[in-house]
C-alpha cells in the first residue's frame, strides 16, 4: 500500500518549490509598492475631503473590501484584455493581447487590493498627528508638501508600521492564489508537482513550512523598523540626565540653561 505519509518528501520537496519562490516575492513586493503609494493617494483624498473625488475613493475602497481577492484576480485576468480590445477597435491599433505578460494581472489586482486596505491605516495614522504641528508647520511659511513629507509621513509611519506589517503579511499569503492568472509562484509550483506524484499532502506541507518562515522573516524585519522609529517616552528626561552628568550640571541650572535664565552667571 506504501507510506500514507511520507515525512522525508515533505523537506526533499521544499528545494524545489524555492526556485518558484522568486516570482511569490517579485509579487509581494511589486504590489506592496503599488499599495503604499496608492494608498498614501487615496488616503490624502478622504482627509481632505475633495469634491468627486472622495467620492470616487470611498466607493472603490468599499468596492475592494467588499469582494474577494480571488473574484478581483478573475477580474483583472479577463477584464484587462477586455479592455485592451476595446482600445484596439476605438483606435484602429493591433496590439498583440496575448503579449501582455499574465504576472501584469496578479500584480494589478494584488496592488488595488492592498491600496485599498492600506489607505484606512495610512489615513488613521495621519489622522493621529496632533494638529497643532501641522498649523505650527504652516505658520512658519512649510507649504503642503512640505507638511506631509516633514511632519506628518515621518510621525504617521511609526504609528502605521505594526498594521502596515500585518497587511504585508496578508499579501504575501495572497500571492498563492496568482494561480488564477495563470502565474507559476510557488502554490501553482506545488500543484504542478503533486500532479506528478499525487503525494498532495506531502507537498501542501512543503508549502505550509515555506509561507511560515517568511511570515516570520516579515515579522523581524518589522519588528526592527518599529524599534528603530519608535521614540521611547523617557528619551528627553534621559538625554537631561545624561548631560547634567557629563558637565557636572544640577538639575536647577540645567534649567537655566534650557530657558536662557542665568546663563550669564552659570
Known amino acids: 500500500m506504501g507510506k500514507l505519509f511520507d515525512v522525508k518528501l515533505v523537506f ?34 478622504k482627509i481632505r475631503n ?121 499579501l504575501a499569503k495572497g500571492t498563492s492564489l496568482a494561480f488564477t492568472c495563470s502565474v507559476v509562484e510557488i502554490t501553482a509550483a506545488g500543484k504542478i508537482l503533486a500532479g506528478n506524484n499525487y503525494r498532495y499532502f506531502e507537498t501542501y506541507c512543503s508549502l505550509a513550512i515555506i509561507y511560515w518562515g517568511l511570515t516570520i522573516l516579515i515579522e523581524k524585519i518589522f519588528k526592527v523598523i518599529e524599534k528603530r522609529t519608535s521614540i521611547p517616552e523617557d528619551a528627553p528626561e534621559l538625554s537631561l540626565n545624561n548631560e547634567n552628568r557629563k558637565n557636572g550640571w544640577k538639575p536647577e541650572q540645567q534649567k537655566n540653561k534650557l530657558t536662557g535664565i542665568g546663563t550669564a552667571s552659570s
Open 50 to 170: 475633495i469634491p468627486v473625488l472622495s467620492q470616487i475613493s470611498a466607493l472603490f475602497v468599499s468596492m475592494i473590501r467588499g469582494t474577494p481577492i480571488i473574484v478581483q484576480l478573475y477580474l483583472t485576468y479577463f477584464g484587462i484584455p477586455i479592455f485592451l480590445k476595446y482600445l484596439n477597435q476605438q483606435n484602429g491599433t493591433n496590439y498583440n493581447i496575448n503579449s501582455v505578460p499574465t504576472i501584469l494581472f496578479a500584480i494589478v489586482a494584488l496592488g488595488l487590493n492592498q491600496s485599498a486596505f492600506d489607505s484606512e491605516t495610512i489615513r488613521a495614522a495621519i489622522l493621529s498627528v496632533d494638529k497643532g504641528q501641522v498649523e505650527a508647520a504652516k505658520a512658519i511659511g512649510m507649504s503642503d508638501m512640505q507638511v506631509l513629507q516633514r511632519v506628518l509621513i515621518p510621525q504617521a509611519i511609526t504609528v502605521a508600521i505594526p498594521s502596515l506589517g500585518n497587511s504585508l503579511i496578508g
Open 12 to 45: 526533499t520537496e521544499i528545494p524545489q518549490l524555492l526556485k518558484y519562490l522568486p516570482v511569490t516575492l517579485e509579487l509581494t513586493g511589486t504590489a506592496l509598492i503599488i499599495g503604499w503609494l496608492l494608498g498614501l493617494v487615496l488616503a490624502m483624498v
